[in-house]
């Protein structure tokens, strides 16, 4: 196992203390963006559909765990996300994928997937699938695409590194 | 064997998300097994204990202990108030039956909110008191506002707590100037009592209260003001939109209303 393996388990930490202590304060009527995602699809753009698929499964493990939600709904979400976010995956263009507004976009895209199957499998709102879709689908992946702008800039500034 | 080897290769990313995500399904199904309640407990357990080391600096020099008297105080007050309010009421109603109901003073304990869980459906925070504190399961979380959730799950120090704004709890709530029923639910937007006859008076800025017929909470608890009224499409019933008086993203200390609950007949109720 290389270092690879290890660095999203790594960050996962203090990301995940950061959404559950400091997104809340800057949720918006309950929206909140979801760093984890942006951790997942951040590497699955860069090392391809099969880790995203097993890191997009530990992640959501170990957000169930920790947050005291559904056991399995994150990891079957996050799985998925993964899983999809492979598609997106380019090894001659990972560069472009991950610092240009494609990032963006793709996370736009992802993470209103994620956020709107994530609801439809735990919630028990009598509302129909438009609405979740709309309200707790878009809205949080519209969130989540804007916290993933810094990640862009450090990319285009070469701060990050592959 | 060879041929099995390639549709193994071929498929080997389509093989991997079956298998996971069959995994994750089976967890998913069996979510309220002793087990995996058990390692969800020892694993966030642990990572409480992290997370409170990131907030001891948030808390060093802040000096809280007085103003936690002070908020602990608030809440006494606020359900003392409340209670008030529903003798003067009895009292209008049954003038004869002095002291109809029994007293109800829980003594409630102190907690702070730990680590928050935001979700347009589901809302849920961490406190820091459990089992050793005398937190049990099914036990209402107020601030001095009023109601805020309940204890869903315990360890020994800390605490799980399903806020009203929750798709899966349920309430019992009543209208305190007229004492309709209803129930309480989360849309992912408000606060909403549904079903409402629409030849009920109920005007806005009436006061939301937890109901006599609540199995899971104790009656009088102050949970918001009706902020609006929407006529359902048949034009016979009405939703109130509910506002509640406390908001648990903006707050950090909350108190627990020590009463006793049948854990197996909350769980019941609940999920």
Redesign the interface.
């Known amino acids: 196992m290389s270092f690879k393996h290890y660095l999203p388990l790594i960050l996962f930490?203090p990301l995940?203390?950061i959404q559950?202590?400091i997104?809340?304060?800057i949720?918006f009527?309950?929206?909140?963006p979801d760093l984890i995602v942006i951790l997942l699809i951040y590497f699955t753009l860069l090392y391809g559909?099969?880790y995203g698929?097993?890191l997009?499964?530990i992640l959501?493990f170990l957000v169930?765990?920790?947050?005291?939600?559904?056991?399995?709904?994150g990891?079957?979400t996050k799985?998925?996300t993964g899983?999809i976010t492979?598609y997106f995956y380019n090894e001659n263009k990972i560069h472009f994928n991950t610092s240009t507004l494609l990032f963006v976009f793709i996370i736009f895209i992802i993470s209103t997937l994620d956020?709107f199957i994530?609801?439809l499998?735990?919630?028990?709102?009598?509302?129909s699938i438009a609405?979740?879709f709309f309200?707790?689908g878009l809205?949080?992946g519209f969130y989540t695409a804007v916290f993933s702008l810094p990640i862009i800039l450090l990319r285009k500034n070469k701060f990050i590194y592959e | 064997m060879l041929a099995f080897k390639n549709i193994l290769q071929k498929f080997?990313?389509y093989i991997?998300?079956v298998i996971?995500?069959l995994?994750?399904?089976?967890?998913?199904?069996s979510?309220n097994d002793t087990e995996?309640r058990k390692?969800?407990k020892i694993?966030?357990g642990g990572?409480i204990i992290?997370?409170s080391l990131?907030?001891f600096f948030q808390n060093l020099f802040s000096g809280d202990d007085e103003l936690e008297e002070l908020r602990k105080t608030n809440a006494e007050l606020m359900l003392e108030v409340n209670r008030l309010r529903e003798y003067r009421k009895e009292i209008q109603e049954l003038r004869e039956i002095f002291n109809y109901k029994n007293e109800n003073n829980y003594p409630i304990i102190p907690a702070r909110i730990i680590?928050?869980?935001?979700?347009?459906?589901?809302?849920?925070f961490?406190l820091n008191c459990g089992n050793n504190d005398g937190v049990g399961i099914g036990m209402p979380i107020i601030n001095h506002k009023g109601l805020v959730g309940i204890v869903?799950?315990i360890t020994d120090n800390y605490c799980?707590v399903r806020t009203l704004?929750n798709?899966?709890l349920k309430l019992s709530v009543k209208i305190q100037r007229t004492n309709l029923d209803g129930i309480l639910?989360?849309?992912?937007?408000d606060l909403v009592v549904k079903n409402i006859p629409v030849q009920y008076e109920v005007n806005i800025g009436d006061i939301i209260i937890t109901s006599d017929f609540s199995t899971i909470m104790p009656p009088s608890i102050p949970v918001g003001i009706v902020k609006d009224k929407e006529k359902n499409i048949s034009g016979l019933f009405s939703d109130l939109i509910i506002q509640p008086y406390a908001n648990f993203?903006e707050d950090n200390y909350v108190f627990i209303m020590k009463i006793e609950q049948d854990t197996n007949t909350w769980k019941y109720l609940v999920e």
Do not use: C, H
């Not at chain 1, 009527?29 to 909140?32: D, F, L, P, T, V």
């Not at chain 2, 680590?115 to 849920?124: A, E, L, M």
């Not at chain 2, 639910?185 to 937007?189: A, E, L, Y």
């Open positions: 930490i995940i203390l559950l202590n997104i809340p304060l949720s009527s309950y929206i909140a559909q099969i698929t097993v997009g499964f959501g169930d765990i920790l947050t005291g939600g559904i056991l399995g709904a990891m079957f799985t998925l899983f492979g956020s994530y609801a499998i735990t919630s028990q709102l009598e509302v609405f979740l309200e707790n809205l949080s | 080997k990313e991997i998300l996971l995500s995994i994750s399904l089976v967890i998913l199904l979510n995996n390692i969800s694993s966030s990572f992290i997370n990131s907030n680590n928050k869980t935001i979700s347009r459906v589901n809302n849920y961490t869903e799950d799980l704004q798709s899966t639910t989360w849309n992912g937007n993203i």
